[in-house]
Each structure stands twice: as structure tokens, then as C-alpha cells.
């Protein structure tokens, strides 16, 4: 494949996955395959995806502060938990078969995809948030293992996550966004350093990736978090589905 086409398709890969992410998550079921279907070794395709989820998820923290939504100290704390995890995750993402992983990746590319078609709209009231005591213990257990998973694969964690914030800690679907991108970030710095340590990243195609993705990330943060979600939708199931069966079958 020619160098700009390949340029090209990650920039538009990027700009969607940094869109996707920011508004709900599921980026990396479109990112991760592309890179593997561009030849990358999957432990090194896994690595590489990482230097997007990183710089989208600064990028997207910059933008929901730039409108003033926040919830620190409580997502510092969830990202250190998280941060720990992932640390575990990637360790078992590194030592595991190429095989094994394209299959493990198509199955839950096609679980996410039930989550999206399945899962009830997501609640955004006027509850009292429940961001200490025993509700942060929670959270900190719970984000614990969530970081195991984001440091195996990551791909659709973005559904977890929002689901727990706003189901277990009652936070808005504008604050569960602005908490995400913050630990993800924290989180992903961890597996990030391990995967660059054992030498699966590879900076120049995983930079190419993050301009795109930073880009997405910067406007979908700035703007409503509902704004083309159904589209979305549509896309990521057609997209989810074929990429599944390609990974599973060839």
C-alpha cells in the first residue's frame, strides 16, 4: 500500500475513532483492525493504537475544561486505579498469541456491537452525584479492573465506563464523558510505556493516527455529546460486523 493512501486512511480513521471515543467510545474497534489489516503485528498494532487513545483523550480533556466541565479530584482517582490495571492487561496483551488476539478482538467486536444495538438510552438527570465514601470505593475497585481490560485491548471500553459512571456514581452523560477522557488518558499512559518498552509501537504510524484522532476529539468534546449519535451508530454496527467476520475467518 502506498504511504499517503495509507497516511490518508489513518487520518480519516483517526478523525472518526476521536469522534467516536469523546462522544460514547468504540473508536478502537474501527483503529486497531485497520492497523492489523495494514500488516502491523497485532501486540505491535495493539501498542501503536495506544499514541491516539492518548493524545484524543488529552486533547478531549482540554476541551471539556475549556467549557468549564470537571470532576477532579474523583476522575484522578479512577485513572490511578485504572492506571494500575492496565499495567496487568497489557502485560497479558503482549504474551498472547497473534491468532488468539484477532479472534478475542472479533468476538468482542461483535459483543459491542449488541451493546450498542441493545443498551437503554443512557441517563442523564438531575440525581445527587455519588462521588465519595463508599460510592468512590466502588469506583476505584471498579476501575481497577476496567484498566486490566483497557490495557488488553481497549476496544469499546468507552460503553463500560459510561455505564458504570452513570449508573454506580450518577454522574450526567456530559460529566461521564468529561470523567472518561481523563482516566483513559491516565490509564493508557501505563500501557502505553509498557508496550513502547517491549518495542510494539511503531511512533510514526501511531502519529499519524493521533493528529486525526485529535482532531475529532477537540470538536466532538466542544460540541453536544448527542449531536449524530444515531449515525454513528449505524456506521460503527456495519463497520463492527465486517471486521469481525475478516479478523475471525481470514
Known amino acids: 500500500m502506498d504511504d499517503l493512501i495509507r497516511y490518508g486512511i489513518l487520518l480519516l480513521a483517526g478523525l472518526a475513532a476521536g469522534i467516536i471515543n469523546t462522544l ?11 492497523f492489523i489489516f495494514m500488516g502491523l503485528p497485532p501486540h505491535v498494532a495493539n501498542g501503536t493504537n495506544r499514541i491516539g487513545i492518548v493524545i484524543q483523550a488529552l486533547v478531549g480533556t482540554a ?14 482517582y479512577l485513572g490511578i486505579a485504572a492506571f494500575f490495571g492496565s499495567l496487568i492487561g497489557a502485560q497479558i496483551a503482549m504474551d498472547i498469541r497473534g491468532d488468539l488476539f484477532n479472534r478475542i478482538l472479533a468476538i468482542i ?12 438510552k443512557t441517563n442523564d438527570t438531575s440525581l445527587p452525584e455519588r462521588l465519595t465514601g463508599k460510592y468512590l470505593v466502588y ?3 471498579g476501575f481497577f479492573f476496567i484498566g486490566i481490560y483497557g490495557g488488553f485491548i481497549n476496544a469499546g471500553i468507552g460503553f463500560i465506563i459510561m455505564l458504570f459512571l452513570n ?3 450518577r454522574l450526567s452523560l456530559i460529566k461521564t464523558n468529561a470523567t472518561k477522557v481523563v ?6 499512559l501505563g500501557a502505553l510505556a509498557l508496550f513502547a518498552w517491549n518495542d510494539a509501537v511503531d511512533w510514526g504510524l501511531g502519529l ?5 484522532s485529535s482532531l475529532g476529539a477537540w470538536w466532538s468534546s466542544r460540541w ?16 463492527v460486523t465486517a471486521m469481525s467476520i475478516k479478523l475471525w475467518f481470514f
Open 109 to 120: 467486536m461483535l459483543i459491542v456491537v449488541a451493546i450498542i444495538v441493545l443498551k437503554p
Open 208 to 212: 499519524v493516527l493521533a493528529a486525526g
Open 183 to 188: 482516566l483513559v488518558f491516565i490509564y493508557t
Open 24 to 34: 460514547a467510545g468504540g473508536g478502537s474497534l474501527l483503529t486497531l483492525p485497520v
Open 63 to 76: 476541551g471539556y475544561r475549556s467549557k468549564g466541565v470537571s470532576t477532579y479530584p474523583f476522575n484522578v
Open 224 to 239: 453536544s455529546v448527542d449531536k449524530g449519535e444515531g449515525v454513528i451508530k449505524i456506521a460503527m454496527i456495519v463497520m
Open 167 to 169: 449508573n454506580v456514581n
Open 139 to 141: 469506583a476505584i475497585i
